[in-house]
């Protein structure tokens, strides 16, 4: 049935109403109305299960609900009575499904049982574990024989620390360290960025810091619809009196005002509570010029009135500030207003409010780290941070927000393409084994080995890899030239509709589903954003009786692939998951010591953050100041009039490549997701009218062309020379090569892009 399509802007606040019918609607349609209510009460809470969406911290004591609208989608999205079963497969080939949207493939439902691709019917067609097991062990085995980089172990940011840990070992006991994971697409530019200028890789703020900052400021992050408990933290901010300051090309509702579902005043009386203060809609690869302009006035107010920066915490902590004051001053306003998209005076604005607060944090997201220079936008906020001593002090700091549920826990226990952030040595000790020293390939590595032929198998622990990359028609034109695809997921996706020569399709647990082993029923663990772990209890039945948990899975494809290794106890390890947190304090003594006794504190328990308590673990010991190497942090270099640098970005019905539906409520997008936000400007400069169908091209001369057709345009409020449309649909216009220095993020917030008619 066709869907219908309406859009027309969104008066509402984010909250309210809407979000409390979208939940039940969600409830409803996933036919969850019974069971689904129970188990969302346990969500986020001490004695329940860690959301298997986003990252965002979870307060001790919680709130009744502890969960937002789409996490609540996402429960139910896995709780789901669809299911995907052998009967299914049977009626589809894979060609048809390719015809498939991405939320039509997982809304099928929930995958039973394990599959392999018969390439002579072109379907899927049910297997035995162990014969899945066997041939995947061969082929890895002879490809190992040839040359083990040939193969790639890719992480979504799901996986709990226990499987990712015994994931890494898989793959360093194989021979490579080819472990790219979904940060690389979004905060691995934190993890470089910070890692330099601070000396940890993540961010330093903890939640108690938002009940004491003053002032708050966003870049590039859609709290509403990402990461949307944060509403909490920022309601009793905002409530208690402290400043947010928000800069996003687009004004995101979650941003903007709020009504707390749980407050039956604001529910009743529709009173809403003002996030931003103040909202600036900053160009699209225009923050480092802002920041910079923030700091220009700080230096020159402190030069005119003193006291503004916080000289002895400069000295006694910093290193490089003299450089940086140089590198601001001799920046044009001129040239900072034109990067910026921006006016001086709000810039100014801006840095009077920083100045005036006792404790400042900085939150931001992928606006900052999906750009060409991301790693030194990344490092900019640091630079404003340190001039005034914001970070290691309570209400003050750097936070990073975090997408995947357990995508820092993960680099936490070992997946990581590069080998010296990994204790390689105490593996080898522990292991007993050589382990590989070469640094291996990050997600934009892994595609161009794919591409080029260097790369022969892929196994993937959950995610949508295929689609989450840039280069759509690249990659779905080289993957099926790979010997072995392997994809261990709860849902059906996109990727699994190409595949390699021999391919498997292999369904795990759930998150929230019981996992029964030798030792009885298991617990998980995550780390969330703020570098909390905490455990996480299944609270519902499996999906079906023939799936196996990810612990399970990885155990069964190392000991059919690897030589038999008495120090790896593979199946003592899946019959007890505490048995894997035990080698992971072994592993890291200083932060996991006592795991399996403190995973249990109601408050679970932070890892040491040296920043957070102004230890800097950088080769001089101090802070450092960044410069960055351009005011623009994006590819396009701005002077083409025709060419639009394309925001891509997520709606409010969807989480990472998973699309629940079709509402973009705060956008006022429903029913479609075939849109291109366009400015007023460029559509009458264009000659485009609202409503109309174009195309857009890639702005490159690297001879491969990109283009994507049937975008209806809508005039939206965003920058001029901008233009907005959706992931991962757009994710074809983006060339693997355009990713940021350093940290090889794909440059997803501004693709340089040229109209089509
Ligand atoms: S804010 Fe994130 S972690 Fe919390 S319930 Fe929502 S999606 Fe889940």
Redesign the pocket.
């Known amino acids: 049935m066709p869907r219908h399509t309406h859009i027309a802007p969104y008066s509402g606040p984010a909250g309210g109403w809407g979000s409390a019918k979208s939940v039940t609607k969600y409830m409803a349609e996933q036919g969850v109305m019974g069971r689904g209510g129970p188990i969302l009460a346990k969500?986020?809470k001490p004695d329940g299960f860690?959301?298997v969406?986003?990252?965002?911290a979870?307060p001790v004591p919680p709130h009744t609900a502890?969960?937002?609208?789409?996490?609540?989608k996402?429960t139910f999205w896995e709780l789901t009575n669809k299911r995907t079963t052998p009967a299914f497969f049977a009626e589809h080939t894979i060609t048809e499904l390719q015809s498939w949207s991405d939320h039509d493939l997982e809304d099928a439902g929930r995958l039973t049982t394990p599959m392999r691709y018969n390439p002579a019917t072109d379907k899927y067609e049910a297997v035995g574990w162990e014969t899945a097991f066997a041939t995947i062990g061969r082929e890895l085995a002879e490809i190992r024989e040839q040359d083990p980089r040939r193969v790639v172990f890719y992480t979504s940011g799901r996986a709990s620390l226990e499987t990712a840990y015994m994931f890494q070992l898989l793959a360093r006991l194989y021979g490579n360290n080819n472990l790219p994971d979904s940060s690389n697409m979004c905060h691995e530019s934190t993890s470089v960025g910070l890692k330099e200028s601070i000396g940890v890789p993540v961010g330093t703020v903890t939640l108690e810091d938002f009940d004491h900052a003053d002032a708050l400021f966003f870049f590039g992050q859609n709290v509403g619809s990402n990461?949307?408990?944060?509403l909490h933290q920022l309601q009793e901010a905002s409530d208690r009196g402290a400043t947010i300051v928000s800069f996003n090309p687009l004004c995101e509702r979650g941003l903007e005002r709020f009504i707390n579902p749980q407050n039956p005043v604001q529910m009743l009386t529709g009173s809403e509570t003002t996030i931003s203060r103040e909202y600036h809609q900053v160009r699209p690869g225009g923050d480092i010029a802002v920041v910079i302009g923030m700091c220009r006035y700080l230096f020159e107010e402190d030069r005119r009135s003193g006291g503004v920066l916080d000289h002895a915490f400069l000295a006694e902590h910093t290193q490089g500030m003299d450089a940086f004051r140089d590198f601001v001053m001799a920046q044009s306003w001129v040239d900072l207003e034109r990067e910026s998209g921006l006016s001086r005076a709000s810039i100014e604005g801006a840095a009077k409010i920083y100045a005036s607060a006792k404790a400042a944090m900085v939150v931001y997201g992928m606006g900052i780290t999906q750009h060409k220079l991301g790693v030194q936008a990344v490092q900019m906020l640091v630079n404003l941070l340190l001039l005034r001593g914001n970070i290691g002090r309570l209400g003050a700091g750097i936070c990073p927000v975090r997408g995947h549920?357990n995508v820092q826990g993960q680099r936490t226990v070992g997946i990581a393409e590069k080998p010296e952030l990994v204790p390689l040595d105490k593996l080898e000790e522990l292991y007993q084994f050589t382990a590989p020293r070469e640094k291996g390939t990050s997600t934009v590595e892994a595609c161009e080995g794919i591409i080029d032929g260097s790369i022969d198998a892929f196994v993937g622990l959950g995610g949508n890899f295929l689609r989450a990359v840039p280069d759509h028609s690249r990659m779905e034109k080289a993957w099926p030239n790979m010997r072995l695809t392997v994809q261990i997921a709860t849902k059906l996706n996109r990727n699994h509709l190409f595949n390699g020569k021999t391919a498997f399709l292999l369904p795990c647990l759930g998150r929230i589903e019981k996992d029964r082993q030798a030792s009885g029923e298991q617990t998980v663990t995550i780390e969330d954003s703020t570098a909390v772990i905490r455990k996480s209890k299944a609270m519902a039945e499996p999906a079906s009786p023939d799936l196996r948990s990810e612990p399970c899975i990885v155990a069964g494809i190392a000991k059919a692939t690897l030589p038999p290794n008495p120090n790896v106890p593979w199946d003592a390890w899946v019959g007890d998951y505490g048995l894997v947190r035990d080698a992971i304090a072994k592993t890291w003594p200083d932060t996991f010591a006592d795991f399996n006794r403190r995973m249990h504190e109601p408050h679970g328990f932070r890892r040491p953050i040296a920043a957070s308590s102004r230890k800097w673990a950088t080769p001089s010991g101090k802070a450092l100041f960044k410069l960055p190497k351009s005011l623009n942090a994006s590819f396009d270099d701005g002077t083409d009039p025709n060419v639009l640098r394309l925001i891509t970005l997520r709606s409010n019905d969807q989480?990472n490549t998973t699309v629940y539906g079709y509402s973009d409520r705060f956008r006022g997008i429903e029913g479609t997701r075939d849109v291109l936000l366009m400015n007023e400007k460029d559509m009458a400069r264009f000659g485009i009218a609202d409503g109309q169908t174009i195309g857009l091209s890639t702005a490159t001369d690297d001879n491969v062309e990109r283009s994507l057709g049937g975008l209806r345009v809508v005039k939206y409020n965003i920058p001029e020379g901008s233009c907005a449309g959706y992931y991962p649909e757009c994710n074809v216009l983006i060339p693997l090569w355009q990713h940021a220095e350093e940290s090889m993020v794909p440059a997803a917030k501004s693709v340089p892009v040229r109209i089509m008619r």
């Open positions: 969500q986020n860690a959301c969406s986003c990252a965002w979870k502890e969960f937002c609208e789409n996490g609540a996402a990461s949307p408990r944060m549920s989480f």
